[in-house]
């Protein structure tokens, strides 16, 4: 099949840092047993990049997406935002990273029932310090039209959609995605996946969609494979796929 292409990720020009990480290990500990969930990563998001983090259940990709974001901290290593080590911070720095700068979509949409669409955006817009407005961020991921539809009165689809909406109506630096389309069937994955796309490539966030699912991949400007707790390969994508030409 041939596949439409956006422009590719241009790394010379745009290999500024935004998060990474060096010798990251993440040992939890399961009664006498010490169970490796990272073992030695060491990682890089790039400014106004798109990721793919690949792998199996049990890789640490979720694992290493929580200390990226600020929602764990590892046994050993260090974390960086820029040129500041998260690794030292404490839980009151974290969490104001978090505000500020993190934005999360989850497989599970975790919108409150009892608040419309726009409650729920609204929910986030009123702690950050420079936000969209609610209906500017749903309208952006195509929900202009729902402000006032409770979760209940929405498809699958378009509650993920309210909940990335939430995720980047306070301006993000980062927007992580862990397994964005996981309780979606495959149309309505693609839907989900291009309003990602749209906001990596409008607003120019730094984004790492992880996902168990290769085809995925295809719509990255780099792509990162873990198994084992460990980084497995690394490759750049010449042409982001567009969304809708993927099957799966």
Known sequence: MDIQ???????????????GCEA?????????????ALDGVDFTLYAGELLVLLGVSGSGKSTLLNILGGLDVPTSGRVFFHDQE???????????????????V?????????????????LVT????????????????????RL????????????????????IAKRPAILLCDEPTGALDSKTGILVLEVIERINRELGTATAVITH?????????????LADGRLHSERRVGRRAKPSELTW
């Open 213 to 225: 699912n290769a085809p995925i991949a295809e719509i990255a400007d780099r792509v990162v494979t």
């Open 5 to 19: 292409r956006t422009q590719p990720f241009d790394f010379e020009r745009r290999a500024e840092r935004v998060l």
């Open 106 to 122: 989850f497989q599970f949409y975790n919108l409150i029932p009892s608040l419309t669409a726009r409650e729920n955006v609204a």
């Open 86 to 104: 998260l690794s030292e911070a404490d839980e009151d720095e974290l969490t104001l990273y978090r505000r500020r700068y993190v934005g999360f």
């Open 24 to 36: 990251l290990r993440k040992i939890y500990r399961m009664g006498e047993v010490d169970v490796r």
């Open 148 to 167: 006032d539809h409770f979760p209940a009165q929405l498809s699958g689809g378009e509650q993920q959609r309210v909940a990335i909406a939430r995720a």
């Open 126 to 145: 009123e702690i950050a310090d420079d936000p969209l407005e609610p209906e500017d961020a749903l309208a952006l991921v195509g929900l202009g039209d």
